[in-house]
């Protein structure tokens, strides 16, 4: 089993940075794909980024892309997701996600992933 726990939510005004981490227990985030998605009330839970296991490759969202930054440290074994520009739309729960076996093309489908966090709180107020 892995745990991971979500830190480094809260207020922040539009056009601030925010970073996100994550941290994992149990097994060792160099062998999974770690990932961030958020969702907002009502809707689905949405992809924001994802870091791949075999290679380091980072995938992000369109949404975020340019403005969010994804990485990994293995010796702390954590994921930060370091957000910049942000938006109101940003607003959400970030969760940090985890799959041992996760092909890129299913990148984005959050049901792919074993491992949830659960969730920090991001609120882009302007």
């Known amino acids: 089993q892995m745990q991971l726990k979500e830190s480094g939510g809260g207020l922040v005004q539009v056009g601030g940075s925010l970073s996100l981490s994550c941290a994992a227990s149990?097994?060792?985030?160099?062998?999974?794909?770690m990932a961030w998605f958020r969702q907002t009330p009502g809707k689905e839970r949405e992809f924001v980024a994802a870091?791949?296991?075999?290679?380091?490759?980072?995938y992000y969202a369109d949404s975020v892309k340019g403005r969010f930054t994804m990485s990994r440290d293995t010796a702390k074994n954590t994921v930060t997701l370091q957000m910049k520009s942000l938006k109101s739309e940003d607003t959400a729960v970030y969760y940090c996600?985890?799959?041992?076996?996760?092909?890129?093309?299913?990148?984005?489908?959050?049901?792919?992933?074993?491992?949830w966090g659960q969730g920090t709180q991001v609120t882009v107020s302007s």
């Open positions: 149990g097994r060792s985030v160099s062998r999974y794909t």
């Open positions: 870091i791949k296991s075999s290679n380091s490759a980072t």
């Open positions: 996600a985890a799959d041992a076996s996760i092909i890129v093309s299913t990148l984005s489908q959050a049901y792919q992933y074993d491992f």
